[in-house]
């Protein structure tokens, strides 16, 4: 695929090409050792301004309300001071989008030497709502991150990773489609907190645990299809003009109500104002009509599962970024995933997550700089 696979105002561009600002550090001469971390995947459950998601400067600053899980991406980057490449081994989950974000590293921050690395992903299919393009891209860059003893930190590394963002393009190991990014799958491993609110240009600005005893309930179709970048591209341009009328309408509402109302309640251990907030957004605002192009029968699954929430089951229910994934906050997961699997939806479950990121192991064998 070439330029001429542009969809609706993005173009493709080559795999570890740096896009945005770039930042200043010292270049790192090269290093062994071997990095293994677990980062966490997000659910977005809504953009505070959806207006802010349509084809720009490469610049999204659509804001919104994710929820951080357990459910983890895996990394291993193993570093050596002989050879100048990037392995991704066969077993990886994802190699374009490992290759991207390793070389992206490499050029940040003048590295030299080899490497090697493993992903273990989640077995969702990408596009479905879980933000698994970004948590790879994500674990990549902080594994090399740490392996270098840490010269971005972590606000520098969330600008990087979502002016640099992409998705693979199916037959076509050389480019990446650098589609819409928020920031809040990047936010999800580096700023501590299971619900989180990111604002503006990527600044994570709120973020607070979960309410104590509650459980994560995720469902999804049981037909999801595997489709690349440019596909879900050209899905979603037929649906912009939705996305732009719902945020003009709603967003000073929903910015409104989630600083003065729901956050309050939600610091004191309440999420029903939350909740009630990302339902009207979803289910009365037009969200999950923007989004019916995820799924043919989204729209379906929307009216059979929506009494989860009014019934009092669910504390939160939403569709995660433009679906078909559902999910539900709540205190009854054994009741809600009766709800959802009633509906003929599959479910599994995940805890919410605060800890940002987890090192398995970090040995720094030489950690050398040049200047």
Known sequence: MTATGSVAGF??????????????VPPVAGIEGRVRLRYPNRLNAMALDPSKVLPGAGSYPAGE????????????????????????????????????????????????????????????PPHVGLGSSSAVLSAVAAAINELCGRPLDHRTLMRLLVDNHGEEIDGNDDEIMPVQCIGGSAAAGLVPGAIQVVCGNAVALLAAPAPAGHTIVLAVPPDLRSWDASESLRA?????????????????????????????????????????????????????????????????????????????????????SVGPLFFALTEQPDAVAAGFEAAGLTTFRAMPWDQGYLIDECTVKRHARDG
């Open 11 to 24: 173009a493709p561009v080559r795999v570890g090409s740096v896009r945005g600002a770039v930042p200043s």
């Open 65 to 124: 309300l994710v929820f951080v899980t357990d459910l983890f991406t895996s990394v291993e980057v193993q570093g050596t001071a002989s050879g100048d490449g990037v392995e991704i081994t066969a077993d990886s989950a994802r190699p374009v989008l490992g290759r991207h974000a390793a070389l992206l590293m490499r050029q940040v921050l003048g590295l030299t030497g080899g490497m090697r690395i493993t992903i273990r992903s989640h077995p969702l």
């Open 236 to 320: 979603e341009a037929e649906n912009f003009d939705g996305f732009l009328e719902t945020g003009r309408r709603y967003a000073p509402q929903i910015a409104y109500r989630l600083l003065h109302e729901c956050w309050p309640d939600l610091v004191t251990g309440t999420p029903r104002t939350l909740g009630q907030l990302v339902f009207d957004y979803r289910f009365e605002m037009g969200s999950i009509r923007n989004c019916a192009f995820s799924h043919p029968r989204l729209l379906e699954y929307a009216a059979q599962v929506r009494q989860l929430f009014e019934s009092g089951q669910a504390a939160v229910l939403s569709l995660s």
